[in-house]
């Protein structure tokens, strides 16, 4: 699976886009783009994922560029709730394992 | 429909002494995996069970840790004996299908081990 690059952490705004990057510059051809989240005392959750296009969800959008050498999570409208650690994850599915990296803790602020 | 449940929610132990963590995974979910989860970092895999069949147990510590997922459905992590080191987070996870192309995992709350 790819190995991901992402900022340790990133403040937000409360009410404004929160856009979380992440590079995976060796990610394969079969491999999608997964997000999870993990907020304080809690396990992951699964936010979104996508292999070459554009996704959108009730939680999140990802954004994934044309050569998938990186990708950008955005929360529209963050709220105090989306504090949590952002983990983007390369997986190829089938036999491979979620490798986790630290991933962005962002923290929205009032 | 309920989520993954994991219990316990806190354990606190004394080096030496074994301890055991269960996990009840969503209904009719086959692939179930035990993570661990050390403070500031994220969560390393230790075990992926596919229905009874361990799949991928590598980076499972098998001189003190063992799993077991008898009937396909719950699963026990135990460690015998526990040492200082093992303090963490340990996470449960199931997904549905085997040999499953997706990456959506569903975690529980985890079951966080401090050892003295």
């Known amino acids: 699976d790819a190995k991901t690059t992402q900022p340790p952490s990133m403040d937000c705004a409360e009410g404004r886009a929160a856009n979380l990057p992440c590079n995976h510059s060796t990610i394969s051809g079969n491999e999608y783009v997964y997000w999870y989240r993990q907020i304080h005392s809690q396990g992951p959750q699964y936010i979104i994922h996508g292999l070459k296009n554009n996704e959108t969800n009730e939680m999140a959008s990802l954004i994934i560029t044309e050569d998938r050498k990186s990708s950008t999570l955005i929360l529209p409208h963050a709220t105090l709730r989306d504090t949590a650690v952002y983990y983007c994850i390369g997986h190829g599915g089938s036999q491979g394992n979620l490798i986790f990296g630290k991933g962005t803790k962002l923290s929205v602020k009032p | 429909e309920a989520g993954v449940v994991q219990s316990p929610r806190y354990k606190i132990i004394e080096k030496k002494q074994p301890v055991a963590f269960w996990c009840n995974p969503i209904s009719g979910h086959n692939t179930l995996y035990w993570y661990l989860q050390n403070l500031g970092q994220g969560p390393e895999l230790l075990i992926r069970?596919?229905?009874?069949?361990?799949?991928?147990d590598s980076q499972l510590p098998k001189d003190r840790f063992s799993a077991e997922r008898l009937k396909g459905v719950d699963s026990t992590l135990k460690i015998q004996p526990a040492e200082l080191g093992d303090s963490a987070v340990y996470l449960c996870?199931?997904?549905?299908?085997?040999?499953?192309?997706?990456?959506?995992?569903?975690f529980g709350e985890g079951s966080r081990l401090t050892v003295l």
């Open positions: 069970y596919e229905n009874e069949e361990a799949v991928d």
């Open positions: 996870a199931s997904s549905p299908g085997t040999r499953s192309d997706t990456g959506e995992l569903f």
